[in-house]
């Protein structure tokens, strides 16, 4: 039982943000040379950092001399692994290097693999993901500015190239286990949002155009290839209250979609992952509109699903509220983000403040 130390509100504006429950987090598939037992086991290494990627939302986790070691040790947290034929187009996560057409599918054990980053101190990005909004602006020097989006993404301008493009970012996307959407583009989107505008990055206009869709926050990136073949371009982001950009300069020929993207997404994730501790601080969470036992049931099994919450103990019941008392790693910040997000809670009022006393969510489930 833990004893309740901190009471706390949590609220939100607007409507609930549907986060999406991420599966295969810990599996990866990868391309190897051939299957042997050498090609195997750096397979596995390679998966191994695919996953902890994943999980931590951090690709500078892997690099770290701590986490190094463990990687050479990969395979004595497999739980189970298989061979698949694999074209290049599907490789998600291939070396360019390596020229075959296997692929390695290896699933880690869950448990081991959590008592590592348990272990290691690692940030965890909980299963249950934000959702983001993605612009892509490019300028063509015969073709002038247009936005990349599903036609895309779906082969029908592959022959310019931008569909390889949009599907890295797709491909990357999904490895990260990171859900996006893109703009439809439609006549709303084009009245909100000018292609000059965009290009322009003007965050606010971008932020305006972006709240027709329920996500929890957008990126926007712009590039153009120069004279020479080099790629330039810029990138900005809005989630979690802040706003970060940057822009860069890439040489011909370099996988520079996964360079950018990369260092992107470790800050934009930065801001919904939490630390493991253990030793939790216990929360109290009042969820209202319990009418029946099986809503009593189902808020524990939604609690219980939540990655960071570690336990749930009924704390009390007053007529159609009760009152539970949640161990929640990474704060009263990160728990608030997590119900916010799931379809089954909504905050009660404004917005969550330091300095506020309670959790207080309505069960919306009837």
Known sequence: MFRPILIIILCCYGSVVLAEEVKGLYESTVAIAD??????????????????VKLTGNSLMVTSSEVNPLLQNAEVYVDALSFQDLSRDSLLLSDPDVDAEVGLNVNFSKIAIDQLVRQMQLPVLPSNRPKFLFWIIKDDSALGREFLGEEALNNEIQSSGDGEIVQNIDAIMANRGIPYILPTYDLQDQ??????????????????????YITDGWIALRFYRASSGDIRGAWLYQAAGSR???????????????SQMDGLLNGLTSSFSYLPRINSNALLLKVNGIDSYEDYRRVFGQLEKLDLVKSAELFSVQGPQVIVSVAAEGGAELLHQALQRSEYFRSTTGEWRK????????????
């Open 244 to 258: 970060q950009s940057g822009d860069f300069a890439v040489q011909k020929g370099s996988l520079w979609i996964e």
């Open 355 to 366: 300095d506020s006393q309670y959790l207080i969510f309505d069960w919306l489930v009837k």
């Open 35 to 52: 299957q042997s037992e050498k090609s195997k086991r750096e397979g596995i290494k390679v998966a191994l950092s695919n996953v902890l």
């Open 191 to 212: 009245l909100a949002l000018t292609i000059d505008e965009a290009w322009s990055l003007d965050a606010d206009l971008i932020d305006l155009a972006s709240q027709r």
